[in-house]
């Protein structure tokens, strides 16, 4: 779906780079995964939604914008094929719904699926509500502080899911809950996330694994298979 001038007339310099941005996104997952053409319908409402919103509400950092499709959708909808069986899904900071309803709208098909989008900020759960609508993505976004979810939330969960939230340790104590449940964890991290990883473990037992980014060379997505708190060392 390609915007167009303020005018009505020709499309943008942002539209035509959006337009490119689009094309590399889709080359690079194709290598993984097929996108459906309904996914895709789905997928181009939202980030016309997005575009429009960001006039008015910082949903992403600006200089990503001519990139959205490779940094921010592209990014989000790797963690499929590490989870293709997952139905229930939980996002933590949704933020502008990166991943959790980029992911929504590729499951939409899926019969029984449904992705918890947790985000305390009104303007961008406004967002995210409306980006549901729009693309018919199963989704439910809970306006509330993470740990009041994740202490009171009893549906099923299988995979929870965080992008650009806070360190790995913190996000490992926020996601505890779900994740003693029997839940697993994709959190996208950057280059340092090694150093996290030491850091996490001096607090947690953490079954875990690097994968790469498929969109950020620098980039890995860990996969918590599971976690238990340490006891601390009796003096």
Partial sequence: MRSRGRSGGAPSDLDARLAADRKVALALLNDSREIAPQTLARLDRFAALLQQWQATTNLVAPSTLPE?????????????????????????????????????????????AMVHLVESNMKKAAFLREAARITGAPVTV????IKDFVDHFADPVE????????????????????????????????????????????????????????TDRGGRIVRVRSVERQRPMRE
């Fill in 68 to 112: 959205l499709w490779t940094r921010h959708i592209a990014d989000s909808l790797q963690l499929l094929p590490l989870a293709p069986d997952a139905k229930h899904w939980v996002d933590l900071g949704s933020g502008a719904g990166f991943p959790g309803a980029v992911i929504a709208c590729a499951l939409a098909d899926t019969p029984g």
């Fill in 142 to 145: 809970h306006t509330v502080r």
């Fill in 159 to 214: 995979i929870v899911t965080a992008r650009a939230l806070a360190s790995l340790d913190n996000l490992i104590e926020s996601a505890y809950p779900l994740l003693k449940r029997g839940a697993q964890a994709l959190f996208h991290k950057g280059q340092d996330v090694e150093a996290e990883l030491t850091a996490a473990s001096k607090c947690w037992t953490i079954d875990a694994a690097l994968i790469q980014s498929v």
